[in-house]
């Protein structure tokens, strides 16, 4: 069995926040990926939930999330594309991306979750009519590329200028760094064909197996095989990832009751979809170790992605990255890619 080497680390948090007061949720984020950077960590990546206590829009967030930061890439882990018009949200990135000096990086997925609340209030009526699916993503991705709009003699006329009219502003750069969140065999295919980059994380689609490793690792292989030749993507492998190393004896209690709350929906396939659901890794690191370079699928890929799990603190999730980053990333192979900035220390 080959060992992981993981070149590439990162995180995904849910951004979480109280009903009542947000704001003191939504800046503890900010700070966390301020201190993700210090700690060296390639990406810092937010999740986009609706009706929820997480981010609405990843675009606003990680345009503030850039200015606060100066070198990490900024993510978001997956915006659901049924709720966005493929035009307002290419601009929207765009003008992110460029503010960010080109950092960002997007996750799609299909699906509405909560659609039958809000469906109709985003449009404006019955929905069932759109195309919600990959064809919506395909076209964000074109809008981001800046075609012209219009025939070649198309101009627009504003304040002391004329020009031909595509969208604005324009940084084709940033549909190269378009990822898919591919959880079935026909959803890594299409990404693939596409050029995206896939984002795999710790829920599969159960297809010919209940076992999870396997379903993961026929992903991979789907994807690699359908990728023309002439494309260079990137894959990135997320997991739930808790070391207990450095916290409180109360906290390690509480980390260890997560994860045994969540355990037994990993023991089989789950609803119609057959869903299924990795084991969260929780531990010491000597511990953590033994379990990720066991791993088959992380010896197939270079990027991991710490999910960082819901509705925790602050504190807990500044002392999980940093135990990952000081004990469990090095013995993967993983080494920051610039000097670690001083005061990263807990």
């Known amino acids: 069995m080959s060992t992981p080497h993981i070149t590439s680390l990162a995180f995904l948090t849910p951004g979480n926040f109280a009903d009542d ?10 700070q966390l990926f301020e201190y993700g950077e210090r700690l060296d960590y390639d990406g810092a990546w937010i999740r986009q939930r609706h ?29 659901p594309i049924g709720y966005e018009s493929p035009f307002r949200l290419a601009e929207d990135l765009a003008l992110a991306d460029v503010l960010s000096r080109g950092r960002l990086q997007i996750g799609f997925s299909t699906g509405m979750p909560h659609a039958d609340l809000l469906g109709d209030l985003v449009y404006d009526g019955d929905w069932r009519g759109f195309d919600l699916s990959y064809g919506r993503i395909a076209r964000v991705v074109a809008n981001l590329r800046g075609d012209y709009l219009g025939d070649p003699d ?11 009219p595509r969208l604005q502003p324009h940084n084709p750069g940033l549909a190269r760094r378009i990822w898919y969140g591919g959880g079935s065999l026909r959803s890594v295919r299409w990404a693939a064909g596409q050029g995206l980059g896939l984002l795999s994380g710790n829920i599969v689609t159960g297809e010919d197996t209940d076992d999870f490793t396997t379903a993961q690792l026929n992903l991979l292989s789907e994807y690699r095989r359908t990728l023309p030749e002439d494309r260079t993507t990137r894959v990135a492998v997320g997991r739930v990832i808790v070391p207990l190393d450095s916290a409180d004896a109360a906290t390690r209690a509480r980390y260890r009751a ?22 969260d890794v929780v531990g010491t690191a000597e511990q953590i170790l033994e379990r990720l370079t066991a791993d088959p699928v992380l010896a197939e890929v270079s990027e991991l992605r710490l999910e960082l799990p819901y509705e925790f603190h602050r504190e807990e999730y500044e002392q999980i990255l940093h135990d990952i980053r000081h004990l469990v990333a090095p013995e993967l192979g993983w080494r920051p890619a610039a000097p670690a900035v001083q005061g990263a220390g807990r």
Do not use: C, M, W
């Open 154 to 164: 198309t101009v627009i006329h504003s304040p002391g200028n004329v020009q031909r």
């Open 21 to 30: 007061d947000p704001y003191p949720g939504l800046e503890e984020t900010l």
């Open 51 to 79: 009706l929820e206590h997480g981010v609405g829009s990843a675009a606003v967030f990680l345009t503030a999330a850039g200015q606060r930061t100066e070198r990490i890439e900024l993510g978001t882990a997956v915006i």
């Open 258 to 279: 997560y994860a045994a709350s969540r355990h037994e929906r990993t023991l089989a396939p789950q609803g119609p979809k057959r869903i299924l659901f990795a084991p």
